[in-house]
Structure formats: C-alpha cells, structure tokens
C-alpha cells in the first residue's frame, strides 16, 4: 500500500537517514515474484505495516504481548455459519496473531481472519506454512508448494484498512467489541452508582465518584446543551451525554498502553454508527422550518434557491460524514502517531541488527512517545466535546422556533 | 521515488486547514486578551469552529487516500 510507504517515507526523510531510505525503495520497488520462500522475509520490520497492523481490528485480544482468543462468527453462502473459538487457527500465545492452521476454509492473518478463495481448499484444520503479502497488501496462504489467494478482510472500512467488499460476513467479537463492552459495563457501573449516591444523598455535597463526574456532567450541560439546544435541552441531553461519555470512554480506554490497544473510536465503522444515530435524531426531530429551510429557502430570490437547495440538501448528508471522519481520524492519527514514535526504535536499531542505534533510540522515541500520549489524552476530550457539541448544533437548528421577525 | 498525486493532494488539504484553525486561534487569543471574562464561551467556540474547519480537511485527506 503506498498510504504506508508515504508514512514510512516521511518519518525516515524527517530524520534524515538517507542509507534507510534506499534499503526501503528496494523492498517496495521491485516487482519480483512472490513466492513461499518470502515468508521469512514477511516479518522484516516495517513501520507503516506495523501502525496499520496494530490500529486494526483483530479477533486475538491482546493484553501485553499474550494473545487471548475470542470467539469467530463467520458466515459465507457456500458453507454458511461456523462459530468457533480463534484459538483453533493456533496462533502462538506471544505471537503477533498468524494462524499456524486453516479451519474451515479461514486462516487468520495478522490477528485478523481471512477467507481462502479457493472453494476445494480442505474445510478441515489443516497446517499451513504461513502467510505472504504482496505490495498491495493481498494475503496469500502457502499450504505444501502452493499459494492460496484470499479474499479481503470483511471490515467496513471502505477499503481504508484493506477491508471492504468481501464473500464472507465477520461477526465475531472482535477486539473492538470486547472493548465496548468493557467500556459500556464500566460505564454502567459508574453512573449506575451515582444515581444512587443522588437518590440517598438528596440535598448534600457529592462525594467521591460523584464529585468526579458532577463537574464534567455540569460543563456539558452548560457549555453543550443549554446553549445549542435551547428550552427543549432536556429532551436532547441524554442522548448527547449518551455519546460524549461512550466515546471519552472509548477514546481513554484506548490509550491504556498494553492493555488491548484497542482504536474503537478509530473503527470507520464504529463512527458511521454514531454518525448515523446523530443523522436519524436531527433529521426526525427537524421541525417544518428545518426542512423549509432546506428545502425551499425563506427570502431568498428564486434563482438563489436553485443553488442553496441542492446545497443545502448535500448539507444534510456531509454533516454526519464529517463527523464520522472526524472522530475516526484523529484518533487514528494519534494511535498511529504513537506506534510510529516506538517503531524509530526498530527502525534505527535496524531490525535488530544494529543494537546501539536501537538503545540510543529508546529514550528520545520514549520520551516522544509520552508527548504524544499525552497530547492524545487532551484529544481524547477534545473529540468527545466536538462530536457532543456538534451533534447538539445540529440537533439545536433542527428543534429551534424560528420567529418570523428574525429574517 | 514511490508516492503518488494523493499525496500531494493531502498536504494541501492540510495547509487549507492549517491556515483556517491557525487564523481561529490567533483570533480566539485576541478576544480573550481584550476581554477575559468571556474566556469560556470563546474557549468553546473556538474548539466547534477549529472542528468545523478540520472537518472539510479531514473529507479532502480521506478523500484523495479513497481515489488514490
């Protein structure tokens, strides 16, 4: 994929090593054939497929370097549905997630299952050599002297992370959604607990957790919903501090080093939902000046009207869009950010070969690493106020009474 | 040297960017200093307006990555 060659290609030129460059354009130039004798050289370390690897979703949960499996639900029109554990595909347990075996016509790649496309490939558990890639991130599954093309992953992605249109369904509990349900019980717990504390403690200062939450409550409230949403704020406010506080949970939950590492609100599809969920609330709650608005503009000459509606209309769609790539990419980049600071090690140390540059490296790429999760904290509020006080703006001019007099 | 137009097209899209949140936030840092009590609604403003203006940014980069 050249997305990651351009990453690997500005980090090295930014530090200026230009002997690493050339080792890279030799890697990636060169259209030699692929073969099973590359599986040795699959593991060569690369940063942009290292980031991408690990922002990924994957169906291995990872706590450190042990990998956990999680179940696979999987579906596909010729054999339909197989449930298993992915601990069938014989990943090793301080591995980096490659199946050491095919089962049911699925390997896992990566951390991250594959369809085989051949149909006659063996439905059984059966071993395999391992995995190659080409350039454009194709697996192909070496078994005895051949080579088994496989299908994309089935992530909706739109083909960002090499997922996209695909013969099987992946339903599994993946990482990601192990997350969210970590993040949802916690979250549950939490204000479960503090309603409690405000039913038994009516009247009285909060304490403990209570005092935690209250002034991150108040300050949407006052800041989010009560200007943007107006009389009717009350009605809207659940929903809105429904999403700020899933999605500062996610954003912080991912942050936790080693623990998972899991990019929920990384996830494209993750965000459409939430964009969709903003998209269905504005647009049932839009009163008749709304769509008016929208449709056929108050006060403007009609030639005016045949530009602004079309606008207007598109408006209505681009507004969910970008509030789904918001969120997506800014905590992508900032996970991508953080694992490219701790891939300089590798990268100067050579892979392994060259321990002083990687020692050296360890310090300056810690310390960089720390910044940048620190900045990462500060984005995870950030992100969760924007996407709070964006969908609170839509929803507000949806709901808002207009007066005639204000045109 | 490997690479390709979309590449391009994504700094672009972040000098657009760069220059419209950099322009919100010397803007947002005048008005505080002229009139410090109303730090709060500017803080808050300046954050939804920056959103905005990283919102038609972030449409452009995902967009040249998608066609590339």
Known sequence: MRFKTIITFSILIFFGSASLNAGQEENH????ELSCEDISHDHDFDAGTTAFHHIADANVYSIGPLQIPLPCILYNKQDGLSMFLSSKFG????????????????????????????????????EIKGIVHDIENNAFVCMGDQMYPT??????????FGGGITPFFDFSITKNV???FLVFMFMLFIFIKIAKAYRSREGQAPIGLQGFIEPIFVFIQDEVCKPFLGSKYLRYQPFIMSLFFFILGLNLFGQIPFFGGSN????????????????????????????????????????????????????VFIKPLTLMLRLFANITAGHMVIIIFVSLIFIFGNNGTNLAGGLGTVIPSGLLTLFMMSIELLVAFIQAFVFAILTASYIGAAVEDHHEAAH | MVGSIAAIG??????????????????????????????????????????????????????????R
């Open chain 2, 10 to 67: 994504m700094g672009l899209a972040v000098i657009g960017a760069g220059i419209g949140i950099g322009n919100i936030g010397a803007k947002a840092m005048e008005a505080i200093a002229r009139q410090p009590e109303a730090v709060g609604d500017i803080r808050s403003n300046m954050i939804l307006m920056a959103a905005l203006v990283e919102g038609a940014a972030l449409i452009a980069i995902v967009m040249s990555y998608l066609v």
């Open chain 1, 91 to 126: 990943f090793d347990n301080l591995g980096h997630g490659d199946g050491h075996y095919a089962y049911e016509g699925y390997v896992l790649d990566g951390g991250t299952v594959r369809m085989v496309a051949d149909p006659n490939f063996p439905k059984e558990k059966t």
């Open chain 1, 264 to 315: 929920v609100t990384g996830n494209l599809a993750f965000t459409a939902v939430l964009a969709i969920l903003a998209f269905l609330v504005t647009n049932f709650s839009g009163n008749k000046h709304y769509w008016m608005h929208i449709i056929w503009m108050p006060g403007v000459p009609a030639w005016v009207k045949t530009i602004l509606t079309p606008v207007e209309v598109l408006g």
């Open chain 1, 29 to 32: 130039g060169d259209n030699h």
């Open chain 1, 151 to 160: 299908y994309a992953k089935s992530t909706a992605d739109f083909g960002l």
């Open chain 1, 178 to 180: 192990v997350s969210m």
